[in-house]
Antibody
Framework: QVQLVQSGAEEKKPGASVKVSCKAS????????LSWVRQAPGQGLEWMGW????????VYAQNFQGRLTLTRDTSTSTAYMELRSLRSDDTGVYYC??????????????WGQGTLVTVSS | EIQMTQSPSSLSASVGDRVTITCRAS??????LNWYQQKPGKAPNLLIY???TLQSGVPLRFSGSGSGTDFTLTISSLQPEDFATYYC?????????FGQGTKLEIK
């Protein structure tokens, strides 16, 4: 079965960086893209960006341009999300998600368990 | 960026009720619309994709409809496990955007 296992909770100070990992299993890693979504405490879902697990091509949401880097390691079937220059409003749960679908019709089929990132001085 | 607006933001209902949640897109998105259910402390879970296709394992009391800019999620007879927050999401283009969520509470 498809599983996405994310790294553990992080506490960071403002201005620092965080790197969250997402290890995939149960499918051929390079077949599907991966998105990252953030959820601030008590708030809704915010899409951050997408990476092709096959080519490494990325698309970033404008809100995160310049601070966000998505990468992947095909040898370990692991995706990474690095967010720099952290601010207090970056506090939230970060999810990695494997796409499903085809022919342009995509959806967020499988979600990691989430990683809580807390930014506080 | 396509804005997704859900209504209502919150809803109180009883077990057995029929419930409808509406999602409106700021421009036409065809049928590129998905629905998710999220329970407290858990990751969201895909319910319906491409407007009306039920994800495997999702009960038949859930249904989706619409096209263009207006979409609905209907639960035909609420069960206790359905009390959760529901999100719509467009996959027409990037950035992928979500509605603000509809919290379904027990009356």
């Amino acid at each position: 079965q498809v599983q996405l296992v994310q790294s553990g909770a992080e506490e960071k100070k403002p201005g620092a960086s965080v790197k969250v990992s997402c290890k995939a299993s149960g499918y051929t890693f390079t077949t599907y893209g991966l998105s990252w979504v953030r959820q601030a405490p008590g708030q809704g879902l915010e899409w951050m960006g997408w990476i092709s697990a096959y080519t490494g091509d990325t698309v970033y949401a404008q809100n995160f341009q310049g601070r966000l880097t998505l990468t992947r390691d095909t040898s370990t079937s692991t995706a990474y999300m690095e967010l720099r220059s952290l601010r207090s409003d970056d506090t939230g749960v970060y999810y990695c998600i494997r796409e499903g679908g085809s022919g342009g019709y995509y959806f967020f089929a499988y979600w990691g368990q989430g990683t809580l990132v807390t930014v506080s001085s | 960026e396509i804005q997704m607006t859900q209504s209502p933001s919150s809803l109180s209902a009883s077990v057995g009720d029929r419930v409808t949640i509406t999602c409106r897109a700021s421009q036409s998105i065809g049928t590129y619309l998905n629905w998710y259910q999220q329970k407290p402390g858990k990751a969201p879970n895909l319910l319906i994709y491409t407007t009306s296709t039920l994800q495997s394992g999702v009960p038949l009391r859930f249904s989706g409809s619409g096209s263009g800019t207006d979409f609905t999620l209907t639960i035909s007879s609420l069960q206790p496990e359905d009390f959760a927050t529901y999100y719509c999401q467009q996959s027409y283009n990037t950035p992928r955007t979500f509605g603000q969520g509809t919290k379904l509470e027990i009356k």
